[in-house]
T-cell receptor, first 114, second 115 residues
Framework: DAGVIQSPRHEVTEMGQEVTLRCKPISGHDYLFWYRQTMMRGLELLIYFNNNVPIDDSGMPEDRFSAKMPNASFSTLKIQPSEPRDSAVYFC????????????FGPGTRLTVL | KQEVTQIPAALSVPEGENLVLNCSFT??????LQWFRQDPGKGLTSLLL?????REQTSGRLNASLDKSSGRSTLYIAASQPGDSATYLC??????????????FGAGTQVVVTP
């Protein structure tokens, strides 16, 4: 298996622009997680899905952030409009229900908002 | 609110020495604790998972202990190698309803093993 795939790996945009991050989980995994990592706040869970349904979005910082999972093999995290304080590394992770409580992380998308 | 702390933030040791990494958490009501490794520019890789009922887990040169009552876990890496250089994070899953997957992470300890 190729593991969790994220795209793009790097994104540089200007304040006010829309940003869309993409994730393909490991095939057969039921859960998908979106995290944000910054020096100040560390690794934070933003939202997670079970069988394509959002379960907990309490970590989503503002209404500017939205996430979707239209099918079992694809998810997006959208920021609109983007702000400089959104600059961070965004990780996607997936795991399998009934398996060990272990999440498999993608390589991350480094977002810079100028 | 659960807080997870890792001290020190950075650590440098010569090759061959044993590494000792510490993790503390404020609320002992947890399902499990995990140790992850993060290499620069990459995602996290799970190293060891300790259930709340367990005292330790071992994998090769890695050994993790858990003292839930005192809110502490320690990751030991024996005979360190330059390839062990990375950031190590611990994470707990709180014992709360619907907490599956809701891990709380420490800030990590950055380790450098010098040849």
């Amino acid at each position: 298996d190729a593991g969790v795939i994220q795209s793009p790996r790097h994104e540089v945009t200007e304040m006010g622009q829309e940003v869309t991050l993409r994730c393909k989980p490991i095939s057969g995994h039921d859960y998908l997680f979106w995290y944000r990592q910054t020096m100040m706040r560390g690794l934070e869970l933003l939202i997670y899905f079970n069988n394509n349904v959002p379960i907990d979005d309490s970590g989503m910082p503002e209404d500017r952030f939205s996430a979707k999972m239209p099918n079992a093999s694809f998810s997006t995290l959208k920021i609109q409009p983007s702000e400089p304080r959104d600059s961070a590394v965004y990780f996607c992770a997936s795991s399998r229900a009934g398996g060990p409580d272990t999440q498999y992380f993608g390589p991350g998308t480094r977002l810079t908002v100028l | 609110k659960q807080e997870v702390t890792q001290i020190p933030a950075a650590l440098s040791v010569p090759e061959g020495e044993n590494l000792v990494l510490n993790c503390s958490f404020t609320d002992s009501a947890i399902y499990n604790l995990q140790w992850f490794r993060q290499d620069p520019g990459k995602g996290l890789t799970s190293l060891l998972l300790i259930q709340s009922s367990q005292r330790e887990q071992t994998s090769g040169r890695l050994n993790a202990s858990l003292d839930k009552s005192s809110g502490r876990s320690t990751l030991y890496i024996a005979a360190s190698q330059p390839g062990d250089s990375a950031t190590y994070l611990c994470a707990v899953r709180p014992r709360l309803p619907d907490s599956w997957g809701k891990l709380q992470f420490g800030a990590g300890t950055q380790v450098v093993v010098t040849p």
